[in-house]
């Protein structure tokens, strides 16, 4: 790598000269303040009197724009080239602006990708500033999340209402709009929540997963409804978690043509050079991955190689395409470009000063200078334009096909088919016995019919988990209008999947599956759904040692205590078929919160007294011979145990005891219950009450109060047969009554 | 691919034709009981006279003995062949009664990869059956550890004590040797513990890395005292998960060319074909890491082409080789082989019979024949011999190097140098206020100067975690002798890496880290740590919202709660500089029970009454003013928010209450105190309680009681500056005065 100092030179000169088609402009040109150009317009391509919305053959509108596109690329004369330039620098300049006022945050990557950057908001990408919610827009995911003053730089040019210069202004500070990394849940406009690394990346499959999926199913030979890309820029951070190996492994499979992800190549990472721990061959993994792979040797002012290649990448319809942009992280700044110390810190006053000087910027912190404004300010008539066309050919669409627009017109506003609850398989305790998972699968085929938005699969565990929709294939490149999703031994990546998918639109009703305790593997992708509110399903199988052999590595023991802890995400324990039914319509409601689903491998008998009802209020009783609200105990089950925590009240029922059973499959939405309710469940004054779970006893002492006993397992599990596991462990009724006559 | 019905038909010739040097055999040849022959025994290059012990230029041993192995393989005889047939049947029988017995097991994987694993273990793989732990034994690890039966059945033929045709028969059963899936504190000669598939690749990983760093130290030009191969089986699901990319990719990085892996590359997985989901090039990606690749077409009988790729592998000394095996999942069964159907399911009687015949196999269940009992009858001398032989030429460097010899000697046994602990800092109110993180540093670095065996790093992160020995340099490729390890962005191959070092020597103690809340990326390897008794320790920073303008991507909350209810792992939290150096004093004792370290970014002050002897006790008095065990109110905080208690009681006490300050640094340790002592601590009759944590307050129910008040966050952090978002989430010493008054 070329010495700091050497880097000066030349970053020195990148201020003064560049060089377009061959000609090179000086310092002065770039200060010129021209209009924006009409041939700058129509490289939008945007066509506002199209005379045939729903046109015969209209994908290959796709191409007539691309067309258009190179056109423009290629009549683009000095006056706005030196305008590009100058957009690119109020993006490297909002960027430094907005990190020094904070004193915090990450100059860098903006510095560095602000051409890109510029080229996809300017350029490439189809939206609209003034509803950031337009259903047909494309998708943009800054996966180096850190970065994210580039994507607050860029709503704020395009004209997005969610970042005026008042909020570039309070970055990072309490109650901003522009926090310390993307999150869509406070930023309109931020389609996802990064920063934690390789997230982003697998949220843009999910995005591309979903539109591949929806335009299969909703276009028509004559109109193209779903059309939209997925962009991404990702780092070299981004790239060593195997997170992104997952997704994109995924991406590959399903030949995700309209993915197309930058790779900031700038050979540093925090700890220095990536020389020191990162020299694996990213080209040829992403081929071996089945990605086209480009790369943009000058991703600083190579502004036609990086138009070049989107164009390449468009025309590869059958791979995502990996752009690797070669970049100088904090390009601009004379002493600091090319170094870590420019990744994570505000550059200083000093330096703030040498970059200005260095790239020829005369103005004031903040300033947008009124040409590059101007310039910019097409993009809120253009995205309205943009979606009135698409709404006017939805219209059309409507008309044609009045069943497919109505099924889509839900998944784009996230409403609830009428009565699609009643679709619910119920129960009675003549129902044959049979494991949570079972039960689960019967209702996710319940809901595959009614709910048009239900898709999903499991990490190679469909006939484990017991996830498989009947009624449709497989999600595949060649199949893309099927809904169940393989998505390989890949848990990070199928969670973050997932959350894209979510996020895609609120109609679409992710799930995935594997065993509980490898929600481990996938924990990152998990807290972030929760975070993001994306309401995945997670259905979560084989939940404790009733999964018997597989043993230790295989028995999840401190996993409900993890999630019960996690805010924003409920963690559903059902006991039998009604309070699945229960679990899945909870889930369902919830879709700005994930559910995770906790089932059994083990048959269960159907309880008396279990409810739908019920594990909507998250604690309820199942069954109760005392009066008075005053039982002599209360014993307390979730899931498997449930039956457990019955049997052990018919017992003491038969001494004489009046018990009370409850059943506490959610203790988040018992919480949100009213105080009268909690208390005419768990009275205050019953101190007597007796837990059981096969899981850790950590914070079971809030249920079950001091002079309670919580039966539980705080050790790891072993591998036998189930039913011996639970004697050894003592997890049994007899265990349960000791305890009850202990505590009464 | 082709059908199952044409595979029976391969696979029924199978079991009576197989061609060795383009001759063919017929099925009686291999029912033949010949002996073993000594070129056999040659094979292994066992040179039980070797005339000079630490001979100048004792490097070429190893080429000496891979030149022995290949005139071995050219020299074997049908006879010879006939009885590798044998013993691979043998392990293939094995595993497919004991899954049978136990109606529970994965026979699909030991029936493709036996011959791998007979190669292996019996002419590759020097150890030493009567001792398990000899330190230059080579490491084998089966990635893939739900086809632990086929390690089982090898360990049994060679000889170790922990598998006896007993615990063959209790396979999966309680109490057994041998669980579900490879435990390594279950079963003596198994190295790690895997089942959580990419696990075992990233151990491996860790174990040659291990080899990698104590050869260069200890070796000398004329005497290779450490020198062996880590060998590895992994499958597609291995090779799916991403925490096996982050491994290979820095084993590639690293050059570590005595690691050898075996790609059980046979096209099926638990959901159907790998078609469905997996369609990369693993080859290419392995070469895009670094490593050198080579294809075994025929993995089913093409042994010479198994011993030629192993050869090829050693003579590849800068890289890491992997070798993909096409097997056949399931070979011999004639209706189940090369289906999902055999991966994790008994045969059944008639598939078992069906096998039997197909094989060829005339013997009862666990039946091993004379003849192969008598041929690897010989791996007890041998491998007595090969540790004898290493013995002496310990003896013999001991002699010549008396420092180093005394050093190894401590990393091979794991005890600590005498008064150790005298490094550990100590401070005092008067001692600079300073984040954890730094004083971590201190810590870590005084303690590099003492303990040989500490070695470790960031996951790019190093100057955020402050974990840089300075008195080191980098472990790289070409300076494998450093103890600074550069983990890149990839936590959780980070964790399952530090989980091979440790393991690999009693005395070894990685340490790694990242910032806590990307704990949830490496959990799976932090509980395979805990399960697996692999004392690491987990160095993990900004560890609440104290971290400030991230935001709540980077805040941990469920993360304390999470760990504390995880089995076998200490959950340190300390609030200065004597708690940091008493965390640093438990985690390093604590050499069978991970730690993790949760570690301020922010400044703290050294607080009076703080201590390495109080950490020890987990929970323990800073101040108080109360007497006789009585105090008006105990104020409880941990880490950061011990400052605040200390504040708060300051406060309380000038209004004339009697308070006590209680640090509350580990759970866990609390918790194995004596009655009396916690008695001393919290007396069951103050319930006036009140516990400050910056996190979840899940769990805080335990210490404070039901009367007691939890200050804490139940929601997502927030991006701003630290101070006020403590304000804001009321993390104050004001809201503890007021909680200590509403209990009082």
Redesign the interface.
């Known amino acids: 790598m070329a010495s700091s100092s050497s880097l000066t030179i030349s970053q020195a000169l990148v201020g003064r000269t560049r060089t377009h088609n061959g000609s090179t402009t000086t310092h002065s040109d770039h200060l010129a303040l021209p209009g924006f150009s009409l041939s700058t317009l129509a490289g939008r391509g945007i066509k506002l009197s199209s005379p045939s919305l729903c046109p015969a053959g209209s994908r290959k509108r796709v191409n007539s724009r691309s067309a258009v596109r190179a056109a423009a690329v290629e009549t683009l004369d000095k006056t706005e080239t030196s305008l590009v330039e100058k957009s690119i620098n109020t993006i490297r300049f909002l960027a430094i602006d907005a990190v020094e006022k904070?004193n915090?945050?990450h100059p860098g990557l903006p510095m560095g990708c602000a051409p890109m950057g510029h080229i996809l908001y300017d350029e490439v990408m189809k939206y609209n500033p003034k509803n950031p919610y337009w259903f047909n827009r494309d998708r943009f995911v800054l996966s180096a999340?850190h970065g994210c003053m580039l994507q607050y730089a860029l709503l704020h040019l395009a004209g997005y209402d969610s970042v005026k210069e008042e909020d570039l202004k309070t970055f990072?500070?309490?109650?901003?709009k522009t926090?310390?990394?993307p999150?869509n849940f406070e930023t309109p406009g931020v389609e996802v929540?990064?920063?934690?690394?390789?997230q982003g990346i697998a949220n843009a499959v999910g995005l591309a997963l979903a539109e591949k999926n929806l335009a299969a199913r909703f276009n028509k030979p004559d109109c193209e409804i779903v059309d939209h890309y997925t962009y991404v820029i990702l780092g070299?951070?981004?790239q060593?978690?195997?997170?992104?190996?997952?997704a994109c492994?995924?991406a590959?499979?399903w030949g995700l043509g309209k993915l197309i992800a930058f790779y900031d190549d700038n050979h540093i990472?925090?700890?220095g050079d990536?020389e020191?721990?990162?020299?694996?061959?990213?080209?040829?993994?992403?081929?071996?991955?089945?990605w086209h792979v480009i790369w943009v040797k000058n991703g600083n002012t190579g502004y036609d190689d990086i138009r070049a290649a989107i164009e390449e990448a468009k025309a590869v319809k059958d791979k995502p395409t990996l752009i690797k942009v070669t970049t100088t992280i904090g390009y601009g700044s004379p002493n600091k470009a090319n170094s870590?110390s420019v990744h994570g810190s505000a550059l200083g006053a000093k330096e703030v000063d040498a970059t200005r000087k260095n790239l020829g910027w005369p103005y004031e912190p903040f300033h947008v200078p009124e040409d590059v404004k101007k310039h910019w300010s097409r993009h809120v008539p253009e995205g309205a334009a943009l979606e009135a066309e698409w709404n006017a050919k939805f219209a059309e669409y409507e008309k044609k096909y009045k069943e497919e627009s109505a099924e889509l017109k839900t998944l784009i506003s996230g409403e609830l088919p009428t009565g699609w609850d009643k679709a619910l398989p119920t129960y009675t305790p003549e129902s044959a016995a049979d494991a949570t998972r079972n039960l689960s699968q019967q209702c996710l085929n319940a809901l595959a019919k009614v709910l048009p938005g239900l898709l999903g699969g499991?990490a190679?565990?469909?006939?484990?988990n017991m996830t498989l929709l009947k009624m449709f294939g497989?999600f595949?490149k060649d199949t893309p209008e099927e809904r169940n999703v393989?998505?390989?031994?890949?848990?990070?990546?199928m969670g973050a999947i997932c959350n894209g998918i979510a996020l895609h639109s609120p109609g679409l009703i992710p799930y995935c599956a594997t065993f509980f305790?490898?929600t481990?593997?996938m924990?990152?992708a998990i807290?972030?759904s929760?975070?993001c509110e994306a309401g995945v399903i997670y259905v979560m199988t084989h939940d404790s040692i009733g999964l018997?052999?597989?043993?230790?590595?295989?028995q999840p023991?401190?996993h409900l205590?993890?999630f019960?802890?996690?805010?924003?995400i409920l963690m559903l324990r059902p006991a039998d078929g009604n309070e699945t039914a229960g679990a899945y319509k909870v889930a369902v409601l919830n879709r700005k919160r994930p559910s995770i689903l906790a089932l059994s491998r083990q048959k269960l008998p159907q309880l008396p007294g279990t409810s739908i009802e019920g594990v909507e209020k998250g604690g309820y009783i199942i069954s109760d011979n005392s009066s008075g609200n005053k039982p002599d105990v209360i014993l307390i089950g979730t899931g498997s145990e449930l039956e457990i925590a019955a049997k052990a009240a018919d017992e003491l029922r038969k001494e004489g005891k009046a018990v009370r059973v409850v059943s506490f499959v959610s203790w988040e939405l018992f919480d949100e219950q009213s105080d009268a309710y909690k208390e005419s469940v768990l009275p205050a004054a019953v101190s007597a009450r007796v837990s059981i779970e096969a899981g850790?006893t950590?914070?079971w002492?809030?249920i079950v109060?001091?002079k309670g006993k919580a039966i539980g397992i705080?050790?790891?599990g072993?591998?036998?047969?189930a039913g011996?596991?639970y004697k050894?462990f003592g997890i049994t009724a007899e265990a349960v009554i000791a305890a009850a006559k202990a505590v009464c």
Chains 1, 2 share one sequence.
């Open positions: 904070a915090s945050g999340g990072r500070q309490w109650g901003s926090p310390g990394h999150e929540t990064t920063g934690p690394l390789g070299d951070g981004c060593m978690e195997g997170i992104a190996n997952e492994s995924l590959g499979h990472s925090i700890d990536t020191i721990a990162f020299t694996e061959s990213v080209d040829t993994r992403f081929e071996g991955l089945g870590y499991s190679d565990l469909a006939s484990s497989d595949q393989r998505f390989g031994v890949r848990e990070h990546g305790v490898f481990d593997y924990r990152a807290r972030i929760a975070l018997g052999e597989d043993g230790p590595t295989h023991i401190e205590a993890s019960r802890a996690m805010p924003n850790s950590f914070g002492e809030k109060g001091s705080d050790r790891f072993a591998s036998a047969p011996r596991i050894e």
